[in-house]
């Protein structure tokens, strides 16, 4: 059998990382508790979600030592769900405008 | 040359005219083009593991999006998830706050999960055990939780997944089916985390000296609180 010795890497990266996970999500935790709204609310939590998502699949994840092959293989066909997105918020908004034509009473 | 039997490739092998791999971009063209594996030093395991993930990845993707559709689409009111999920612990009235402590305690058990991987490849047995059975507690915590959560929901407010006190029916609907499979998903994790842990205390991957089974397990079990990341910022504090 091969010698593999898998993704080696020191003990502190990932206490930093798990320190900087709460961080993000007791701030992202501050936007609601503070009642954060309209565009500034709906930017903060994607920011921090972001963020949070980045730090996991980079660090915990090892994507960020793996080969770019295998993250492109990973994390590309993912953005199709973004054309999904796009697809059912014109259905949502055509629905929403036929309700209230034919059901507002 | 272009017959060569790709099964007996090692992972680590060079290309076919020796050189040690290119880095970037031509490397990633060499890698997918020259008629052998294409992911170099991933072993099967976590390439397959990997793909499972890229399909959960479109499963988690589409539940959150049909959310996305009926939470646009509704004439009435979405129920505020804020005052829905408050607590009132000590006469103090918290919003949020139950699911703010599951985000803490799921996150918790990542970085107790990314550290067992670590010890594993040093083979430090007794600290892998430990730290898995760790973070396999803090899922079933986290589990217990969600279980609390859904009796609130279900037996004092009355929440279904057709009709719920608070507003739009569909709120139930999408909670039920969104936060019933991410915690499914946390159920199978705590399981087979355990089941690993136990085969590490036991030997069985010291005798085949390759440990990469626990970097596959994590790998699971991170994507689990990845999901937690997208279910958290959309469901509960949009």
């Known amino acids: 059998m091969e010698q593999v010795t898998g993704q080696q890497h020191p003990i502190g990266t990932y206490l930093k990382v798990w320190g900087l996970l709460f961080v993000l999500s007791t701030f992202s935790y501050m936007v609601d508790y503070f009642h954060v709204q309209g565009f500034a609310r ?17 660090v915990f994840m090892h ?8 993250r492109c293989a990973i994390l590309i066909p993912p953005v199709a769900l973004l054309v999904l997105v796009g697809l059912m918020t014109l259905e949502a908004d055509y629905t929403l405008l036929t309700r209230i034509l034919f059901f507002a009473s | 040359m272009a017959h060569q039997d790709t099964m007996n490739e090692t992972p680590a092998a060079t290309t076919l005219t020796g050189a040690p791999p290119t880095d970037g971009w031509y490397g990633m063209v060499e890698d997918w083009a020259s008629d052998r594996q294409a992911f170099r030093n991933v072993p099967w395991g976590k390439a397959m593991m990997w793909l499972f993930l890229l399909s959960d990845t479109f499963i988690f993707g589409c539940f959150l999006t049909s959310y996305m559709t009926v939470r646009m689409s509704t004439t009435v009111p979405w129920p505020n998830p804020s005052e829905v999920f408050a607590l009132t612990i000590g006469g103090a009235h918290i919003p949020l706050i139950l699911i703010a402590i599951m985000t803490f305690i799921l996150i918790s058990s990542s970085g107790t999960m990314a550290m067992a991987v670590n010890f594993a490849y040093r083979r430090d047995r007794a600290r892998t055990t430990a730290l898995m059975l760790a973070t396999a507690a803090l899922g079933a915590t986290f589990v217990g939780m969600q279980a609390f959560e859904w009796t609130k929901l279900i037996v004092d407010e ?3 997944p057709w009709a719920n006190p608070f507003g739009a029916a569909q709120f139930g609907s999408t909670f039920f089916m969104i936060t019933g499979f991410h915690g499914f998903h946390v159920t199978v994790g705590v399981i087979y985390l355990s089941v690993v842990a136990l085969k590490v205390l036991r030997g069985d991957y010291e005798r085949r000296g390759n440990y990469q089974i626990v970097e596959i397990a994590g790998l699971y079990w991170h994507f689990v609180d990845l999901v937690w990341v997208f279910i958290f910022a959309f469901f509960y504090l949009w």
């Open chain 1, 42 to 58: 709906w930017f903060l939590i994607i920011l921090f979600m972001l963020l949070k998502a980045g730090l996991i699949v980079a």
């Open chain 1, 63 to 70: 994507m960020q030592w793996e080969r770019l092959a295998l």
């Open chain 2, 158 to 160: 009355g929440v279904r």
